[in-house]
């Protein structure tokens, strides 16, 4: 395995959380995995198994209470709170179940978003061409409400791809879709690992969703309980 084709590594990572003077919540314990550049991975348990910590994690919204963390060969544990901002926008993507577009701003104008944080250029073309290659080139003018709920959701998709990141984060994508809907989210979300080499990482409920996976990961009680392989990672 070569280093370089390494796109995220946890190592031992715990989080601890302190409920009252006493009581102290182990939510995640221990968790150790390495993700592949272009791997579309599902992260599966059930409610309160540690799911909503690790992405927490992995999207550098909190920091481990023990262990590393590495994105893009950064160890993001360790940085301060206006380099994780940085890090964040440049390195990182985010798709949530309730699309979280600006509705009053256009398709296209929701995707320009992070590029008027991260950098100057053409943001309109590179915005409109990027939605063009997730079939909605006819949708470029038209606001969230005016969208159906998996087109705004392919939007959003947009909108975490539109810098080029190392790891997109999505949390329960299908959750508000109809099945038909969502099975067309996960595909698109397996042709973004395969022709941009983006590593996805998906956290659901619903298992039929993951058979368009590379790999699952179960998580229990803040554990890894076990890794199912579907197909060999790229």
Sequence with gaps: MKESSIAVEVKNASKTYRSGSEITVRAL????????RGEFVAIVGPSGS???TLMNLLGT??????????????????????????????????????FNLVN????????E?????AQGGD??????????????????????????????QRVAIARALINNPTLVLADEPTGNLDTKSGEK???????????????????????????ECDRVIHIKDGRI??????????
Excluded: W
């Design 104 to 111: 009053g701003l256009t398709a296209e104008e929701n995707v």
């Design 123 to 152: 943001r309109r073309k590179k915005a409109d061409d990027l939605l063009a290659s997730l079939g909605l080139g006819e949708r470029l003018k038209m606001k969230p409400t005016q969208l159906s709920g998996g087109e705004q």
């Design 61 to 98: 919204i909190d920091k481990p209470t023990s262990g590393q963390i590495y994105i893009d060969g950064a160890a993001v544990d360790r940085m301060s709170g206006n380099e994780l901002a940085e890090f964040r926008n440049r390195k990182l993507g985010f798709v949530f179940q309730a």
């Design 185 to 211: 989210v996960v595909q698109l979300l397996k042709r973004v690992c395969s022709e941009k080499n983006v590593t996805v990482v998906m956290v659901t409920h619903n298992p039929d969703i993951t058979v």
């Design 50 to 52: 540690g799911k909503s």
């Design 113 to 117: 978003l992070p590029l008027m944080v």
């Design 225 to 234: 309980e076990k890794e199912v392989l579907k197909r060999k990672a790229k």
């Design 29 to 36: 314990d221990g968790v150790s995995f390495k993700l592949m």
